[in-house]
């Protein structure tokens, strides 16, 4: 293996002009129209070529061929890939049909660092996806036109969390890769890094080209070799991840061979040390990638996200990576405008270029917006907690702030527990108190309904979404806190549709006003809460209404920011700029319907509360965007 060389940095223009364009990998080829005669989902070629004009091809070959077309309809480049599907794999064609639906799922996944499928189709012969165009070039070939054939320390780091982003989201949705190699990886001319070809590599093995799994010898893992026994998960994505990061530090990789049975015998004998190869290697960086090396998926990390946590904590700065990646792949590009399009080689240390898709925070931090949301968690948690406890009168003062900062903790590194302590210590101090005051027959319909009521929101999205559950806690705290529900839900509001795709933006949100409504009640009854208790909380159908109507502001105000998330690029910010009227608006007409008595009479302190009600939730959602940006991580209802 070659060792690590300096690069030499060419002169670049100081025009400072940010490109936006996105798009797949472009590599100079001469024009051929392969899409000429063939059939797109029981659509004629003529049809076809109506609205996708081919333009050039990228690579051809007996997986099938890559075209760039222009969209006609919108005016934008795409990237076409056909692979065929007759072959002499002899796979029957309702297992083809059973890939096609599996290939279809996966394609379907939409992330900043997953390319994005426009459409996926196929007939008889040929599957085809639509994506969109990546203007820069894959990591292959950026490793092979770079001086030494291999990346900078910032530069890996950048890669390894674009593509742990990627892969943690698609595991997520019960998604493997199966395939990740330095091909597959695509970095553009803003230094942007995005994975594709997910489900493709079953597609491709049921074409014929590979085997019964897919993948490429030099990166599948032994239990992704053995077609017969073997049995993948995560594990093997990991493997193959942390293959492409030490091609990219050691310039080779650990375990190319040209049979699978020869791969196998490398991986069994070990990778080289990468410390052997590179002087001053981070020891963090090294153990994490032997361990994600090792043949036996059990010494491996169980997940993307531990690996990458691990492999990151000494090896560069994500964000100088990007700049350089950026920078690198300018000087690598043929494009004559490539000079006007990159950023000047010399930065002030205290100037920090922010990317709007990411926010003023997120920019200087990668996990600016994580972080945030897990601290609004622990600070939920804790204060909620805090008040259960105080009115339970369990401990004095001191015992109560440190039982409180230490339920917060846990809330703030997992979300999803703080909302089931809230949930269950409320139905404890609850049922207890109704039990001692009213009866067990007023309690137990109560505390059934209840825990049947919060159960089923748990299992469905506080369990799976964390930022589902620090919403919850937050409205229920501040309702708390305040004395009024609906004078929170706005806050809650905003939080749930910046975090949250639309359904569970509006089940976290509505949740969260009903408990808070509930629990203010009990708190203010010393924990009491009977079936009259309940009655005379919940009895106005005007106030039912303002709950569901903050629901559904939640989900439209979600909605609108997928869609300036989606036209952001474009140069829209309408989207935007209607989410923040909607939020605002509309917490200030459900707090006015929750007090429609007080609004009635024109009490000044109820107009003026709805008034600061509906501003205060339009700043937090723009807040949101300045600080945190618009790029969003698309959930399953996000895509129905």
Not at 277 to 304: C, K, N, T, V, Y
Not at 567 to 574: D, I, K, M, T, Y
């Amino acid at each position: 293996m070659p060792p690590r060389m300096a690069r030499p940095r060419a002169r670049r223009s100081q025009t400072n002009f940010k490109r936006t364009r996105v798009g797949h990998a472009a590599f100079p080829a001469t024009y051929r129209p392969v899409l000429a005669g063939r059939s797109f989902g029981g659509t004629s070629s003529r049809e076809l070529l109506k609205r996708y004009q081919p333009l050039e091809t990228l690579a051809t070959g007996g997986f099938g061929s890559i075209e760039i077309c222009r969209d006609t309809h919108l005016r934008r480049r795409v990237a076409i890939k056909r692979i065929p599907l007759i072959n002499g794999a002899g796979m029957p064609a309702s297992d083809i049909m059973d890939v096609l639906r599996e290939a279809h799922t996966a394609a379907m996944l939409q992330h900043p660092n997953i390319v994005q499928v426009i459409d996926f189709t196929h007939d008889t012969a040929y599957a085809y996806l639509v994506m969109e165009y990546v203007d820069g070039m894959s990591l292959a070939d950026f490793l092979h036109r770079v001086d030494g054939h291999s990346l900078t320390f910032d530069e890996a780091a950048a890669i390894a969390d674009a593509l742990g982003q990627a892969l943690t989201f698609a595991h997520s949705n019960g998604v493997l890769h199966l395939d990740i190699k330095p091909a597959n990886v695509l970095i553009d001319h803003s230094g942007n890094v995005k994975l594709t070809d997910f489900g493709m590599a079953r597609l491709s093995s049921a074409g014929g080209f590979g085997g019964s799994r897919g993948g490429t010898i030099g990166y599948m893992p032994p239990e992704q070799l053995d077609i017969e026994t073997g049995t993948v998960d995560e594990r093997a994505d990991v493997f193959a991840l942390a293959c492409v990061i030490y091609e990219g530090l050691c310039g080779s990789a650990p375990f190319m061979a040209a049979t699978p049975a020869d791969s196998l015998d490398r991986i069994i004998g070990g990778a080289t040390y990468p410390s052997e190869l590179i002087p001053h290697f981070p020891p963090g960086a090294e153990a994490a990638l032997m361990s994600a090396l090792s043949p036996m998926p059990q010494d491996r990390p169980s997940s993307i996200e531990a690996f990458c946590d691990q492999l990151l904590a000494g090896l560069g700065s994500v964000r100088e990576g990007r700049r350089s990646l950026e920078q690198m792949v300018g000087e690598l590009s043929n494009d004559e405008c490539a000079a006007d399009d990159i950023e000047p080689s010399s930065y002030e240390d205290d100037t920090v270029e922010v990317d709007p898709a990411l926010g003023w925070a997120g920019t200087r931090w990668g996990r600016a917006r994580n972080y945030t949301m897990r601290g609004i968690s622990a600070l939920s948690c804790g204060a909620f907690s805090f008040l259960l406890m105080q009115t339970a009168g369990v401990a004095t003062l001191p015992g109560l702030v440190v039982a409180a900062v230490a339920i917060g903790a846990a809330a703030g590194l997992a979300p999803q527990i703080g909302s089931a302590i809230s949930a269950v210590g409320f139905l404890v101090l609850m049922a207890n108190a109704t039990m001692q005051a009213q009866g067990i027959l007023s309690m137990l319909p109560v505390a059934v309904i209840f825990a049947a009521a919060m159960s089923g929101w748990w299992i469905a999205w506080g369990r799976t979404e964390a930022a589902a559950s620090a919403t919850l806690t937050c409205a229920l705290a501040l309702g708390c806190l305040t004395g009024d529900a609906l004078l929170a839900a706005g806050a809650a509001t905003s939080i749930a549709a910046f975090w949250l795709g639309p359904a569970s933006a509006a089940a976290a949100t509505g949740m969260g006003a009903l408990f808070a409504r509930l629990a203010a009640a009990a708190l203010s009854a010393g924990g009491v809460l009977g079936l009259s208790n309940v009655v005379a909380a919940l009895g106005d159908a005007l106030l039912l209404a303002a709950i569901v109507l903050v629901a559904a502001i939640a989900a439209a105000t979600s909605l609108l920011l997928n869609a300036h998330a989606k036209r952001a690029e474009q140069g829209s910010n309408l989207a935007a700029i209607v989410a923040i009227a909607v939020a605002g608006i509309g917490s200030a007409v459900s707090f006015c319907l929750a007090h429609h008595m007080e609004i009635a009479s024109l009490a000044g302190p109820v107009v003026a509360k709805a008034a600061v009600t509906g501003i205060l939730s339009s700043i937090i959602v723009g807040i949101c965007l300045y600080l945190l940006g618009y790029q969003r991580t698309y959930t399953e209802s996000d895509l129905s």
